[in-house]
């Protein structure tokens, strides 16, 4: 039976991956939207390839440039920050949320007040507004799959009917490309070096938060929102092979644990084919010919992104919202060559030292937290500038 499906974020590192799983099942899928930031080749492209009915643009200057891209065709046609929400609200009925960064946050609410199945890899949403999104899944009776690999990997391995019986989740984490350097050594790391990722091949972003494990903080939050567990039960283990993708110890000490090449292709195929499973490309493991998995402590003194997570998590309230938005414009500022890898922590760190937290409720509370966090940020880069 053909599915209808809407991609935000279709031309980055997990939107295009999904693409590729729409071509290759013919018939599966009936695109009903894509949008993107501001790649009106790319989108085009993907949207004629695809069959899409509606294509929207983000930046609301390329509205004549994508259609002059589609035309010929009966793909409709917007541009601007309400496009998005716009694709959001259309009937897809599974929705891959692939924007990055709290960007994606309008456009998932969209998608969770009309009762979509989502597909979530826009982890930053629930990182900063996770309450929200989550009340409003119940109240309209959305479902959540996650995406991203551990917490798919998580989801696969859960008993969701009896959630008191698990000990403990543990997320597995590649350690990053900066895995066994001295923290002297990272200070003047490039980006390019930073998001020479070990195992995965993904945006810059999320391989930046990869290298100072500020990713396994976000994804710390994301798993407390996900799973109907207290934070004293999550825990985070480094696992260079990124095999065992993550683990579920129950209370009998029996672990449970999903695994799989890294290959994000395998838990987009899930949850958008969700309840059932499908055939992906993905290489088949080969635990012979990878002979051994290792596994370490994470140094939460070399990577401080990863302690500064937990400390926002076991605060609640606006803490997370604030660390990603600290992180958000930390990030932007090193890939702009604005200030070193090292400052990235040291931001986030001054920014939640001066903006002390406070209950979130609402939308609004969440969006002016991130407004002020951003604004404290941007004070912190500019203290930094060479
Ligand atoms: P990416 O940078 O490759 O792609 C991001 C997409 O979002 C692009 O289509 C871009 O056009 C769009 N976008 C960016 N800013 C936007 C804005 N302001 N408004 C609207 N659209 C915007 O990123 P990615 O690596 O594909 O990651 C996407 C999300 O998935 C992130 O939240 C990331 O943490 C998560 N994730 C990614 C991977 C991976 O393998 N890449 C794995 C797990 C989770
Ligand atoms: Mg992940």
Redo the contacts with the bound molecule.
């Keep these: 039976m053909t599915r209808t499906l809407t991609i935000l974020?279709?031309?980055?590192?997990?939107?295009s991956q999904a693409l590729d799983l729409v071509t290759r099942n013919p018939g599966r899928w009936q695109v009903e939207a894509l949008?993107?930031?501001s790649?009106v080749e790319g989108l085009a492209k993907a949207a004629r390839a695809c069959g899409a009915r509606f294509a929207a643009i983000?930046d609301e200057t390329a509205y004549a440039a994508l259609k002059d891209a589609l035309a010929g065709t009966d793909i409709e046609v917007a541009a601007g920050k309400d496009a998005?929400c716009e694709a959001a609200r259309r009937p897809g009925e599974v929705v891959l949320t692939?924007?990055?960064?709290a960007?994606g946050l309008g456009p998932t609410l969209a998608a969770v007040e009309r009762g979509a199945t989502l597909g979530i890899?826009?982890?930053?949403t629930l990182v900063c507004a996770g309450p929200v999104v989550t009340a409003a899944a119940k109240a309209s009776g959305a479902r959540l799959l996650p995406?991203?690999?551990e917490h798919n990997a998580v989801f696969q391995v859960f008993d969701h009917d009896q959630p008191d019986r698990v000990a403990k989740i543990i997320l597995t984490c590649s350690g990053g490309p900066f895995r066994t350097r001295a923290r002297a050594e990272l200070k003047t790391v490039s980006v390019a070096d930073a998001c020479k990722h070990p195992t995965?091949s993904?945006?810059?972003?999320?391989s930046i938060d990869s290298a100072t494990l500020m990713n396994k903080g976000l994804e710390l939050i994301e798993a407390w929102h996900l799973f109907p567990v207290g934070a004293e039960k999550l825990d985070v283990i480094i696992h260079p092979q990124s095999v065992v993708h993550s683990m579920v110890e129950y209370v009998d000490g029996s672990v449970l644990a999903q695994l799989g090449s890294p290959d994000?292709r395998i838990p987009i195929a899930y949850a958008m084919a969700w309840p059932e499973r499908i055939a992906t490309p993905a290489a088949r493991l080969d635990l012979a010919r990878i002979g051994s998995l290792t596994f370490e402590a994470p140094d939460l003194e070399r990577f401080p992104c990863l302690a500064l997570a937990w400390d926002a998590l076991r605060a609640g309230g606006s803490a997370p919202c604030i660390l990603n938005a600290a992180n958000e414009v930390a990030v932007a500022a090193f890939i702009a060559g604005q200030v070193s890898f090292l400052d990235i922590d040291a931001i986030v760190a001054a920014t939640l030292s001066r903006l002390p937290a406070g209950p979130v409720g609402s939308l609004a509370e969440v969006l002016a937290v991130d407004a002020d966090a951003r604004r404290v940020a941007g004070d912190e880069v500019r203290a930094r500038l060479p």
């Design positions: 974020g279709a031309t980055g590192s997990v939107g949008t993107a930031n790649d983000a998005i692939a924007i990055v960064g960007a890899a826009n982890k930053e995406v991203d690999s995965w993904m945006g810059a972003k999320i994000m």
